[in-house]
């Protein structure tokens, strides 16, 4: 639909000056640790409960490298650092051995839990093995000790299908973002359901809740259309000119100029120094291949109000010699990308190539 405007509208919104733009620092998240002496390097259990329910062939311990908890067993081996929390994982079953931490998990935060394990057992000595020993990994509610989800199931098999077994070292991983904003209790669990049913040795290490404010994307910039120079082809920009260059952001049925921020309009880092609204021209779609210069097309008016803005030359050429050093005198066009955003916060982004003159090899060979 064609929309015309009274000539006192125009002459009203004729000359608008801009001010600066608005620079929005962008800040990097960085995760924060928020397991205590979660590798154990402590040397003990701080921060942790470490609790035996039964009586435990070998108890918790905290321990170098080395030890070996019965026959057929490999020796504990830390994963990080020179300690590693470590049992027997056997004993006077039905026992249990439980370690936890309470941990308070920040709001809007991602959170990933991560630790390593290893678990060995030799059920062809003591006692036959009819039922398997399990390995858990638990989130709970600290305050009810309802189980909230269970990570991890590891489960031994019995003597006649798995008389020996070594799961070696096993590195896990878990997003626990949907407890975000609340205190949950992270809980390791080892279950000997029969009593000292053969030697075993459980080891965990490297217990890390790393939570952090996640990263927001900006959603891609929508096209604009723009046209550097309305009216006029080539688009010429002069190397050392000192004068004002007219871009036309051009309105369409989708686009109402008048909602674009004008502090926000950038070329290359470069900013408008004024600018009016009126309809000077119209959108044409290029078919011209990403990165080449593009054909400069002349348009007429089509109803729908532009926004034209004007930046000093030498704005842009500035920024084009940051952007490219001295090769900027041996280029013969560039596209220039100006990008803005409207009132609601979306980002547009349009391109059009201007074609560069004033090179000093030209003047050379001008003055030649
Ligand atoms: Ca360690
Ligand atoms: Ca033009
Ligand atoms: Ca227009």
Redesign the pocket.
């Known amino acids: 639909m064609k929309k015309f405007y009274h000539p006192l509208y125009i002459v009203l919104f004729t000359l608008v000056v801009f001010s600066a733009p608005f620079l929005t620092d962008f800040v990097s998240a960085q995760g924060v640790e928020i397991i205590e002496n979660g590798?154990?390097?402590a040397g003990n259990f701080t921060g942790w409960t470490a609790q035996t329910a039964g009586f435990a062939s070998i108890p918790w311990n905290v321990i170098g490298a080395g030890s070996v908890a019965g026959t057929g067993m490999q020796p504990s081996a830390?994963?990080?650092?020179?300690?590693?929390a470590w049992n027997g994982f056997d004993g006077g079953g039905p026992m249990n051995f439980i370690l936890f931490q309470d941990v308070s998990i920040p709001a809007d935060n991602v959170a990933t839990l991560s630790w390593a394990h290893r678990v060995q057992w030799n059920f062809s000595i003591g006692r036959p093995a009819t039922l398997p020993r399990v390995f858990d990994v638990l989130v709970r509610d600290p305050t009810s000790g309802a189980v909230l989800e269970t990570l991890l199931t590891f489960e031994t098999g019995i003597q006649s299908t798995t008389p020996t077994g070594d799961t070696g070292w096993t590195n896990n991983s878990f997003d626990l973002s949907a407890y975000a904003g609340q205190t949950v209790r992270i809980e390791f669990v080892e279950y000997i359901p029969e009593v000292l049913t053969g030697y075993g040795q459980f080891e965990l290490?490297?217990v890390s809740l790393v939570v952090e404010q996640p990263v927001v994307e900006d959603p891609p910039a929508a096209s604009l259309f723009i046209d550097i120079r309305p009216w006029m082809c080539p688009n010429l920009l002069n190397l050392r000119s000192r004068c004002y260059i007219p871009v036309a952001i051009l309105g369409t049925e989708d686009l109402d100029v008048r909602t674009i921020d004008p502090t926000s309009i950038q070329i290359a880092g470069a900013t408008p120094r004024k600018g009016f609204y009126w309809d000077v021209a119209a959108p044409v779609e290029s078919s011209d291949s990403e990165g080449e210069c593009r054909e400069c097309r002349r348009t007429r008016r089509d109803g729908y109000h532009d926004l034209v803005v004007f930046f000093k030359s030498s704005d842009l050429v500035d920024s084009l010699r940051e952007q490219y050093g001295e090769e900027i005198e041996d280029l013969d066009c560039v596209n220039l990308t100006l990008t803005c955003t409207t009132d609601d916060g979306a980002s547009l982004s349009g391109e059009d190539s201007v074609k560069l003159v004033g090179q000093k090899h030209h003047r050379w060979s001008w003055r030649r």
């Open positions: 590798s154990f390097e830390p994963q990080d650092g020179s300690y590693v290490d490297s």
